[in-house]
Nanobody, 128 residues
Framework: QVQLVESGGGLVQAGGSLRLSCVAS????????MGWFRQAPGKERQFVAG????????YYEDTVKDRFTISRDNAKNTVYLQMNSLKPEDTAVYYCACDSPRGEAVVVAGVTRIFGSWGQGTQVTVSS
């Protein structure tokens, strides 16, 4: 059973920064793909960033690619999302997810990924 636990959310002023963490447990993650998603009130869940755990290749949604950085620490089984220059429109619940044989299909850089394991989410609120 895969478990994902996010932390690091909070309230920040526009232009500020936050770092989200996602600790993964339950299997060896070195061959998998991890993603960060977000869901704002009244909107669909949106892919934000992803990282291939094995080679560290990263992928970003266009509106965040110059402000957010996804990274991983293999020794700690942890994925991070460094968010800089935050804007009010970044306000959302942020989730980390791991690919698995069954789950939600998401196209990332032209490749369909299946995300079947999700964390509980962490709230990020950016005030103007």
């Amino acid at each position: 059973q895969v478990q994902l636990v996010e932390s690091g959310g909070g309230l920040v002023q526009a232009g500020g920064s936050l770092r989200l963490s996602c600790v993964a447990s339950g299997r060896t993650f070195s061959r998998y793909f991890m993603g960060w998603f977000r869901q704002a009130p009244g909107k669909e869940r949106q892919f934000v960033a992803g990282i291939n755990w094995s080679d560290g290749s990263t992928y970003y949604e266009d509106t965040v690619k110059d402000r957010f950085t996804i990274s991983r620490d293999n020794a700690k089984n942890t994925v991070y999302l460094q968010m800089n220059s935050l804007k009010p429109e970044d306000t959302a619940v942020y989730y980390c997810a791991c690919d698995s044989p069954r789950g939600e299909a998401v196209v990332v850089a032209g490749v369909t990924r299946i995300f079947g394991s999700w964390g509980q989410g962490t709230q990020v609120t950016v005030s103007s």
